[in-house]
């Protein structure tokens, strides 16, 4: 775990399954050919062999987060929580969502970030 003031915490990497590079390249050892399909497109971005150990060394468990649970996600943030956060922002709200039913529950942080979603996008996502 990572140790922030004398408290240990687990640093959970999440992707979505639509381009899911950092979770299979850390399972499988290598990065493999994939084509993004995913509304997260802030995560999109190809395989940089410099990121490959500080992610090793920061993070200690990868979670491909269903596409659809990043979709459903961003509508829920801006119906109940009244957040406009893009695909890629809310992949993380997406996953303390799955890592909350995992027992023992545990207290999550997730950082929601970024605004940049397509009006269009974040309409259909509404809908």
Wanted: glycine content about 10%; overall charge negative.
């Amino acid at each position: 775990g990572l140790r922030a003031g004398g408290c240990e915490a687990e640093v959970v990497g999440a992707q979505s399954d639509g381009y899911p590079l950092w979770v299979r390249t850390m399972a499988e050892g290598s990065p493999p050919s994939l084509t993004p399909a995913t509304i997260a497109d802030g995560t999109a971005a190809p395989y940089d062999p410099s990121l490959h150990p500080r992610l090793e060394a920061a993070v200690q468990r990868w979670l491909a987060v269903p596409e659809e649970s990043v979709r459903a996600a961003v509508g829920d943030l801006a119906r109940a929580h009244k957040l406009v956060v893009e695909g890629s922002g809310a992949i993380a709200f997406a996953a303390a969502r799955i890592l909350a039913a995992e027992p023992p529950a545990v207290p999550t942080v997730a950082v929601v970030s970024g605004g940049n979603i397509d009006p269009a996008l974040l309409a259909q996502l509404l809908a």
